[in-house]
């Protein structure tokens, strides 16, 4: 020891001066440093000390990766991938000893280790490693940051949609061994289309082809999707099925089963309960399973050596994420078979404007049947008009057309029969009988429904409206605008008294029906497969579909009359199929016709010529009216942006549940719609995010809701 290090000879109890001169000597003291200790006092680790971390904060002016020291102890577990907690909001002033601490416990995923920091200040530590399991590849990674950036989004918001929450118990439990890969599958009811059997020698073979899947009606379109995932699992690969739904992924499921057996493929849904999605889950990630079938969320499903993504029936609205950053099935998957380099599937009975799109630009080709081959699946379609109602006295005294009531006849001499109502419930809007103005409530103008036969009260408020009278007349009677489903199911079950009738909706759907004769009422998107297929089908009320006032309104009203008519049996079996529509419509001659392609190129074609969407980009800005205007203004926007607008949203309905994006009650809101050129998108994206950062960081409190793509633009 040096003579510096000596103790003074005075005795230790001496005064205040000689315990300030005992300070100054130790501070002076020539000692080795000490190795950096953690806030907790725990040695940090020997190696790559420093972790990167994601936050899960899901704040744009966040959206980065933040430094942390891993202690020693959290060494092994605190590998890329995996699950941790960090303390986090603790400023420069918790800084003691160079150590920072405090902060709220947050949960985040740990990116990187590295050797050092390029903050130069002191570091937090990792307080904890939630779990070894690695749950975020570098491939997952890069595909959030990509649907991030296309979306204006955080990406701890996309890594909260990608990655389900934890089970401890699934994670416990060890992954089956993978099983070899399978022989490539016959051709089987692919060789009904032109390229289907090409189409599946490419992925059994390694390659990567993209196509549009224009299915015929039937049953078949399961085991097709089936045996493409068969195909691409014989090449040693892996495949991503995506549906909207619980009940065709169940679908998809069985057929799988049926071809491949057993354990080679998952199913992630909803309905399997949190346990057994996220074992199945963790199987894939694990690479012990290579198949995937899943609704929406699967779409991010980390499926290792991906060779075929494949979306079934993407203009449906389940598709499409309401939770920020708002993504869709099909471009995810788009950025997935681009970033992955493998196959590329978007199968529907129909087909939707951006389908089009991708097969006229040439990423995509078209998978279609002759016209002879439809002319065999397809249902005999027959329409019924205005001006035929108008001349029936049957369809005057009873909704029903004498055509409808003929085709129900005949059809359940030989099996079920579907009828398509727009609405659910008994009578959802009424009108006066005499003037035909709406009947409203006299306490908050919102509109009177009738859930059933008797009780009659307001849609907005929930009163009860017994004594009502037409304002504009006096008059006491009421008319039905729009008849729901109950209010048919009724109906019919009088004109057919020996028949079953049932029902399926919002409230209960039905998967399935039995072949023998029924009346089988359902609103869009609910109706039960038949065994056998249905003999018949009456789409009834179609103005209601059409009448929308959206851009979208007609391609969805085909799509849903499609979806409802490829359950008929075809017409050499005798299916037929009565639509209540105008038959000048294009939608409706396109359903006639079995030609949702040419529809959909049509509608392409016409939208290119007035800028709307997929050909050009959209964003939407939604808030308060001051806020969305000193919004745009502020955002350094691309100089080949149209802003129009901003116009009011429709008011939140009081008593009903509030969806995302919807204003609060008793508040006005309005939308600004950007719209840029193809080849600005990306431009678009930056501007936006980058001005919500700002605002944001500037403690913006008013909400600004920002989505790209929307859905719905009037």
């Not at 009724?490 to 409230?507: K, M, N, Y």
């Amino acid at each position: 020891m040096s003579s510096d290090n000596k103790q003074p000879e005075e005795p230790a109890a001496g005064g205040p001066e000689q315990l300030a001169l005992i300070r100054e000597t130790v501070r002076k003291a020539q000692v080795p440093k000490a190795k950096p200790r953690t806030w907790r006092g725990a040695a940090l680790a020997k190696e790559l000390p420093v972790a990167r971390v994601m936050v899960n904060k899901g704040v744009l002016h966040l959206d980065q990766y933040f430094d942390y020291a891993v202690p020693e102890e959290l060494d092994a577990d605190a590998q890329p991938g995996v699950r941790v907690r960090v303390r986090f909001g603790a400023g420069a002033h918790r800084v003691r000893e160079g150590r920072r601490e405090g902060g709220g416990l947050i949960d985040g995923f740990l990116i990187e280790r590295r050797a050092e920091s390029d903050y130069g200040g002191a570091l937090a530590a990792l307080a904890y490693v939630v779990s070894p399991e690695p749950v975020l590849s570098p491939q997952m990674l890069a595909l959030a940051r990509a649907v991030a950036d296309r979306y204006a989004g955080s990406l701890a918001d996309v890594l909260q949609l990608a990655i389900p929450p934890r089970n401890g118990r699934a994670e416990a439990k060890p992954s089956p061994e993978p099983l070899p890969s399978p022989a490539a599958p016959e051709v089987a009811s692919w060789g009904r289309y032109g390229r289907g059997a090409a189409f599946l020698e490419a992925l059994a073979g390694g390659g990567a082809p993209r196509a549009v899947w224009t299915a015929l009606p039937g049953p078949h379109w399961p085991d097709e999707l089936a045996r493409a995932v068969a195909a691409t699992l014989a090449s040693g690969r892996g495949a991503l099925v995506v549906v909207p739904d619980g009940r065709r992924a169940a679908r998809v499921d069985t057929a799988l089963t049926a071809l491949l057996g057993e354990g080679r493929h998952a199913l992630l849904t909803a309905e399997s309960g949190p346990e057994k999605r996220y074992r199945q889950w963790l199987a894939v990630r694990r690479g012990s399973v290579r198949a995937v079938v899943g609704t929406r969320a699967a779409m991010f499903a980390p499926v290792q050596d991906l060779g075929l993504v494949a979306v079934w029936d993407d203009g449906d609205s389940s598709h499409s994420d309401e939770n920020a950053p708002f993504p869709h099935v099909r471009e995810v998957l788009e950025l997935r078979a681009a970033h992955d380099k493998c196959g590329f599937l978007l199968g529907s009975t129909s087909c939707t404007v951006e389908a089009a799109q991708l097969v006229e630009s040439g990423w995509a080709l078209p998978l279609i049947a002759d016209r002879e081959q439809v002319r065999g699946a397809a249902p005999l379609v027959r329409t019924v008009g205005d001006q035929d109602l108008a001349r029936d006295e049957a369809a005057r005294a009873a909704r029903l057309p004498s055509i409808a009531w003929q085709t129900v006849r005949d059809g359940l001499k030989s099996g079920p029969v579907l009828v398509q109502v727009p609405r659910r419930g008994y009578v959802p809007r009424l009108a006066c009988e005499r003037c035909r103005a709406p009947a409203r409530c006299r306490h908050c103008a919102g509109p009177l429904e009738a859930p059933d036969e008797r009780d009659l009260k307001c849609g907005w408020c929930g009163r009860g409206a017994p004594d009502w009278h037409c304002v504009e007349c006096g008059s006491t009677r009421l008319r039905a605008q729009v008849v729901g489903a109950r209010r048919t199911a009724e109906e019919l079950g009088r004109a057919f008294p020996a028949v079953q009738v049932r029902t399926s909706g919002r409230d209960h759907v039905l998967d399935s029906v039995p072949g023998r004769p029924a009346l089988v009422v359902s609103t869009p998107g609910a109706e039960p497969v038949a065994e056998g297929g249905y003999a018949a089908a009456l789409l009834l009320d179609g103005w209601a579909m059409l009448g929308r006032p959206d851009l979208r309104s007609g391609e969805d009203a085909l799509r849903r009359w499609m979806d409802a008519a490829a359950l008929v049996r075809g017409q050499s079996e005798g299916g037929t199929v009565v639509i209540v529509a105008e038959p000048t419509l294009r939608p409706v001659q396109a359903l006639v016709r079995w030609d949702p392609v040419g529809h959909a190129q049509r509608e392409l074609a016409e939208r290119a010529q007035l800028g709307f969407p997929p050909v050009s980009r959209m964003a939407s800005v939604t808030g308060r009216a001051e806020t969305i205007a000193a919004f745009v203004a502020a955002a350094q926007l691309p100089g080949d942006v149209e802003v129009l607008g901003p116009v009011p949203l429709p008011a939140t309905d009081p008593g009903r549940p509030r969806r995302p994006g919807d204003p609060p009650v008793g508040e006005t809101w309005e939308r600004a719609l950007l719209r840029v050129p193809p080849g600005s998108g990306a431009a678009l994206a930056v501007a936006l995010k980058s001005a919500q950062a700002a605002r944001m960081a500037r403690g913006g409190v008013d909400p600004v809701r920002i989505r790209i793509d929307p859905p719905d633009i009037g």
